[in-house]
């Protein structure tokens, strides 16, 4: 992990700058990853710190680099190096396998091209053609949701999906001056039974390593398993603490996870799968 994306002198990301280092950060990962992997190694190789990935896009909930991210791996997708899976795993094609022969610029104006070509296609149909991460929109959408909730209905809901994801014995207690916990459950896998404190923010920025260090001074003595869920995101200090030798661990749900963990569980989102009918004209050659 060697180059440096260059940046405008305002310190504004492009597409551009950001397509030779993701596939840099893709490689370096094996060949495939998820958003979070994929953004914190992309930042770490243009050398872009917290104060670079924080700001919010359009006053959120998502951030300008995480935006700017998604919409490059769109792009990345469209000119045909990534492919992502329906678990929102992303990985190089064979053609993105020989990424170092591309050349960025010429692969915007080809995908603009394309886009533009596409609209013209479909403009009798009334279709809408977006450039950006179109996929990600109903994400938004459901983020601006929940941010606007009452704390004590993200709570609820919180608890309704550590349900939905057996845990056992889920409590809300909400109360003041208890270190930042929200409530309490009971994680059984098989024989083993862990329990669990978990902290609820809604919150359309980043969640810093200080959090992470205040909910763990809440946890000690009580348990040394704890989870915080955000609709925001965690900074990659913040996510260094969560995982710190030495000190117990703490899982972290993001605002983007969460949106994942409602969708596979159809919790306020719904998804319509349209059927495709294909003929088979080889078939009819038998009778």
Not at 14 to 24: G, K, R, T, Y
Not at 126 to 138: A, K, M, R, T, Y
Not at 204 to 226: C, N
Request: aromatic share 6%; with cysteine; net charge negative.
């Amino acid at each position: 992990m060697a180059s440096k994306a260059p940046l405008t002198a305002n310190g504004y990301i492009s597409v551009l700058d950001l397509i030779i280092p993701m596939m840099e950060a893709l490689e370096y990962l094996g060949g495939s990853a998820t958003n979070e992997e994929i953004d914190d190694v992309t930042a770490g190789i243009m050398e872009l710190g917290d104060a670079a990935r924080t700001p919010l896009h359009q006053g959120g909930p998502m951030t300008k680099f995480g935006y700017r991210s998604a919409w490059t791996r769109s792009w990345l997708k469209k000119a045909g190096l990534l492919e992502n899976s329906a678990r929102g795993v992303w990985s190089l094609t064979s053609a993105g396998k020989n990424w170092r022969a591309t050349d960025a610029t010429k692969l915007v104006a080809d995908v603009r091209a394309a886009n533009r070509a596409k609209a013209k296609a479909t403009i009798a149909e009334d279709e809408v053609i977006e450039d950006g991460p179109s996929s990600d929109d109903w994400r938004q959408q459901l983020l601006a949701q929940l941010i606007a909730m009452h704390p004590s209905a993200f709570e609820r809901l919180c608890q309704r999906v550590l349900r939905e994801y057996d845990f056992i014995k889920v409590e809300v207690t909400g109360k003041s001056g208890d270190g930042g916990i929200d409530g309490t459950g009971v994680l059984r896998v098989n024989l083993l039974s862990f329990h669990v404190l978990f902290q609820c923010k809604r919150y359309s920025g980043s969640v810093g390593a200080g959090a992470v260090r205040d909910f763990r001074g809440a946890m000690v003595g009580r348990t040394d398993k704890g989870l915080i869920i955000t609709t925001g995101t965690f900074t990659a200090d913040a996510r260094r603490e969560a995982t710190r030798d030495g000190a117990p661990a703490i899982d972290l749900v993001d605002g983007d996870a969460l949106c994942d963990l409602l969708k596979d569980r159809g919790l306020g989102v719904t998804v319509r799968m349209v059927e495709e009918v294909t003929v088979n004209e080889a078939a009819f050659a038998d009778f």
